[in-house]
């Protein structure tokens, strides 16, 4: 996967979720709000940081490098975006 650079328009608060993956069975969230690099009306995207990466605070502005991974589900014949 390539790393793109974005500019952060907005971050939310990080906050907890119940995770069987994680040893304390906790995991930290936080939705961040991502637009391209480029003019005013560059596409935006909607993220979570999972983990230690959702304790970091971000400034809208800050240009970071980010790895966008897509995937959907089916379901009842309905498909699911993640």
């Known amino acids: ?3 793109k650079l ?3 328009v907005q971050q939310g608060e990080a906050f907890a979720v119940q995770s069987q993956k994680s040893e304390n069975g906790q995991l930290m969230k936080c939705n961040i709000v991502l637009q ?3 003019g005013k009306f ?3 995207y ?9 304790m970091f605070k971000l400034a ?3 240009v970071v490098a980010v790895t966008l991974r897509f995937s959907t589900r089916e379901y009842n014949g ?5």
């Open 36 to 38: 391209e690099m480029g």
């Open 42 to 44: 560059e596409n935006h």
């Open 78 to 82: 309905q498909v699911f975006h993640h």
């Open 1 to 3: 996967m390539n790393a």
């Open 60 to 62: 809208p502005g800050d």
């Open 46 to 54: 909607v993220a979570t940081m999972l983990g230690n990466m959702a």
């Open 6 to 8: 974005m500019r952060v």
